[in-house]
């Protein structure tokens, strides 16, 4: 029986700082460009692959979180109890695409600061990363990283929904097809992309990562811990709906987005003039959130290769900052690097969840704690669907970036 101990204010900064980091590192710059230019691609068949997707989210974030929780140990240190050496192949792959993720990052801000100033998005990735920077330096960073991630959770679901109001989508029309999709083969490098940048490479793990450092572990902290789950990816999804049902009332109507910046369009659509600087704002704030979320939770997959990495964390994050944001000021394309970055997290997810899988009836790892049968028959699903839609999904990786 999983215990409710009564919430204590820390305790309550940390739930909502577990969601909204979890929540913000996924509704980044990347979230919202694969959401407008999917949305323009398939219309209203795209709210199939975002129901399929929020399944599949829920199957791996309640299985990674409770085994990680239960056994007080990080995903590369369950991952190494399981199978010694593929921590570290896994520590690598999520660390590398942190950084895909983090270069995708500052480029978003890049593209917030170009959006409400005009300026070259190279400076506007610059002050992010300082930002970014910032919040680490100072003595009492991870509080205010709770704080600030869930101010500007907040501000760009309020300001999504408006858009939607504005934008006026067939709602109708969106139901329908979240259950019956045209062409529904099709939807596969969608639903993989999704999944990627929901819960894919770091993200599952930036939440869960953040409540073990604050020692929120064992069963008696499982009920903690699956609401944060569960709230986790109900406010990705709310996120995730909201934006495309703004790109839907835009494009049903034949309007084509600019694929210089599609989401950018959606906002000047619906908005008008103003509506390209309120799209900067919610750029700007997904992008700085989903920097800290990434460089957090990509070092903490480095604290346990070597003490360096433990005793030095702080210094390893900056580093990942600055080092995404050099990347991209030479590499550039950051409509094309976004989407990427979330199909090459989707394929991450099946070694990491197939992993906490093999750890949830491992007594060494998990002790005398019963993983639920019904959520590794969920996880399982969720394996073998990312494994089959990434496969499917390769050929379209190599189109997109060739074309």
Same mark, same amino acid.
Request: no cysteine; proline share 4%; aromatic share 10%.
């Given at each position: 029986?999983?215990?409710?101990?009564?919430?204590?204010?820390?305790?309550?900064?940390?739930?909502?700082?577990?969601?909204?980091?979890?929540?913000? #590192?996924?509704?980044?710059?990347?979230?919202?460009?694969?959401?407008?230019?999917?949305?323009?691609?398939?219309?209203?068949?795209?709210?199939?692959? +975002?129901?399929?997707? +929020?399944?599949?989210?829920?199957?791996?974030?309640?299985?990674?979180?409770?085994?990680? #929780?239960?056994?007080?140990?990080?995903?590369?240190?369950?991952?190494?109890?399981? @199978?010694?050496?593929?921590?570290?192949?896994?520590? @690598?792959?999520?660390?590398?695409?942190?950084?895909?993720?983090? +270069?995708?990052?500052?480029?978003?801000?890049?593209?917030?600061?170009?959006?409400?100033?005009?300026?070259?998005?190279? &400076?506007?990735?610059?002050?992010?990363? &300082?930002?970014?920077?910032?919040?680490?330096?100072?003595?009492?960073?991870?509080?205010?990283?709770?704080?600030?991630?869930?101010?500007?959770?907040?501000?760009?679901?309020?300001?999504?929904?408006?858009?939607?109001?504005?934008?006026?989508?067939?709602?109708?029309?969106?139901?329908?097809?979240?259950?019956?999709?045209?062409?529904?083969?099709?939807?596969?490098?969608?639903?993989?992309?999704?999944?990627?940048?929901?819960?894919?490479?770091?993200?599952?793990?930036?939440?869960? *990562?953040?409540?073990?450092?604050?020692?929120?572990? %064992?069963?008696?902290?499982?009920?903690?811990?699956?609401?944060?789950?569960?709230?986790?990816?109900?406010?990705?999804?709310?996120?995730?709906?909201?934006? @495309?049902?703004?790109?839907?009332?835009?494009?049903?109507?034949?309007?084509?987005?600019?694929?210089?910046?599609?989401?950018?369009?959606?906002?000047?659509?619906?908005?008008?003039?103003?509506?390209?600087?309120?799209?900067?704002?919610?750029?700007?704030?997904?992008?700085?959130?989903?920097?800290?979320?990434?460089?957090?939770?990509?070092?903490?997959?480095?604290?346990?290769? *070597?003490?360096?990495?433990?005793?030095?964390?702080?210094?390893?994050?900056?580093? @990942? &900052?600055?080092?995404?944001?050099?990347?991209?000021?030479? !590499? %550039?394309?950051?409509?094309?690097?976004?989407?990427?970055?979330?199909?090459?997290?989707?394929?991450?997810?099946?070694?990491?969840?197939?992993?906490?899988?093999?750890?949830?009836?491992?007594?060494?790892? !998990?002790?005398?704690?019963? *993983?639920?049968?019904?959520? &590794?028959?969920?996880?399982?699903?969720?394996?073998?669907?990312?494994?089959?839609?990434?496969?499917?999904?390769?050929?379209?990786?190599?189109?997109?970036?060739?074309?």
């Amino acid at each position: 029986m999983e215990n409710k101990p009564k919430m204590t204010a820390v305790q309550r900064r940390l739930l909502f700082g577990a969601i909204f980091l979890m929540a913000t #590192s996924s509704i980044g710059p990347a979230f919202l460009t694969q959401t407008s230019v999917f949305t323009e691609q398939f219309l209203a068949s795209f709210a199939f692959a +975002i129901l399929a997707s +929020i399944i599949i989210d829920i199957g791996a974030q309640l299985n990674i979180w409770r085994v990680l #929780s239960v056994s007080g140990k990080r995903g590369q240190d369950v991952a190494n109890a399981v @199978f010694p050496g593929l921590g570290y192949v896994i520590a @690598f792959l999520i660390v590398l695409g942190g950084f895909a993720f983090n +270069i995708g990052n500052v480029a978003g801000a890049g593209l917030g600061f170009n959006a409400i100033f005009g300026w070259d998005p190279r &400076i506007g990735a610059a002050i992010a990363g &300082i930002t970014a920077i910032v919040v680490f330096l100072l003595k009492n960073g991870r509080a205010v990283m709770d704080v600030i991630i869930q101010v500007l959770g907040v501000m760009m679901i309020g300001i999504t929904a408006f858009v939607m109001i504005r934008s006026n989508p067939p709602y109708g029309e969106a139901a329908y097809r979240a259950i019956l999709p045209e062409e529904p083969m099709t939807l596969f490098l969608p639903i993989v992309t999704l999944v990627g940048g929901t819960v894919g490479g770091y993200i599952t793990f930036a939440g869960a *990562h953040r409540l073990i450092e604050a020692g929120v572990t %064992g069963p008696e902290n499982l009920g903690f811990v699956s609401k944060a789950a569960n709230y986790g990816i109900l406010t990705t999804g709310v996120m995730r709906v909201l934006l @495309f049902l703004a790109v839907l009332g835009v494009v049903s109507g034949g309007v084509a987005l600019d694929p210089e910046n599609p989401p950018a369009s959606v906002f000047q659509i619906a908005l008008g003039d103003i509506g390209m600087q309120i799209f900067g704002v919610v750029l700007v704030a997904a992008a700085l959130s989903s920097v800290i979320g990434s460089a957090y939770t990509s070092a903490s997959f480095l604290r346990s290769l *070597h003490r360096v990495f433990d005793d030095y964390n702080n210094v390893v994050i900056i580093t @990942f &900052i600055v080092i995404s944001t050099l990347i991209f000021t030479f !590499v %550039g394309r950051p409509v094309t690097l976004l989407i990427l970055a979330g199909a090459f997290n989707g394929l991450i997810l099946p070694l990491t969840l197939g992993a906490v899988l093999l750890a949830s009836r491992n007594k060494k790892i !998990v002790g005398d704690y019963r *993983h639920p049968t019904w959520m &590794i028959v969920f996880g399982i699903v969720a394996v073998v669907v990312t494994i089959v839609a990434g496969i499917i999904s390769l050929q379209g990786l190599q189109d997109l970036w060739t074309g």
